[in-house]
Structure formats: structure tokens, C-alpha cells
């Protein structure tokens, strides 16, 4: 499984704003649905700002774009999306060796 951190933001292109306001319940009910199954995590609404933060725990980057454009609104959105490791798998070994590896093939030969 993996996990998904989700900015989406309103962009009512091709709507007006009073359709797309019109049309909000299909989508809450669309993320509501993906809630209930434990396919989003957490899901919040952005004080000051229009949109949501949604974590996704998913089998593939391929589901959760399945997920994301099988909202209703999608047409209307935009995405961000940010893979997430939970804290268990993340090897801060890798992330050295690759750091160190980075730093080699920078360093001038000769």
C-alpha cells in the first residue's frame, strides 16, 4: 500500500461559479464514499483557501489517478500530489548512500 498526500484546489474552467458551487454535493458525496471504504485516510478543508487535503492509501500511483479523475469534479480541479513514507519505510541509510553517490559524481576528476 502506499500513501498519498492530495492538494486539490478549485479550478472551475469550462463552469460557471455558480455550476460548479451547484455540483459541490456529487463531489463531497464521491469523497464521503471514498472515506467510508478506508480508501482516504484523513481529508480536510482549507481554511482561507478553496479546496482540500486528502491522504490516500492506495495499491498504485495508477489507482489514485483512477480515483482522483473518477470525481465528479475532477474537470474542475487541479491535483498536487506528494507520495508519503510512513515513518517505519523510510531507510535514512538510502537516502545516505545516494547523498554520497550525488557528492562523487560531482566532485571534478583529474
Request: charged share 25%; no cysteine.
Amino acid at each position: 500500500m502506499a500513501l498519498f498526500a492530495v492538494l486539490a484546489t478549485q479550478s472551475p474552467t469550462g463552469i460557471s461559479a455558480d455550476d460548479f458551487r451547484r455540483r459541490l454535493p456529487e463531489g463531497f458525496a464521491y469523497i464521503k464514499e471514498l472515506v467510508d471504504k478506508g480508501v482516504i485516510r484523513h481529508n480536510w478543508i482549507r481554511v482561507g483557501a478553496s479546496g482540500g487535503l486528502l491522504i490516500y492509501r492506495v495499491d498504485s500511483h495508477e489507482e489514485l489517478n483512477t480515483l482522483l479523475y473518477g470525481n465528479p469534479l475532477s474537470p474542475h480541479l487541479r491535483f498536487e500530489v506528494i507520495p508519503l513514507a510512513e515513518v517505519g519505510g523510510f531507510d535514512p541509510r538510502a537516502f545516505e548512500a545516494i547523498t554520497l553517490e550525488s557528492a562523487a559524481a560531482e566532485r571534478p576528476t583529474g
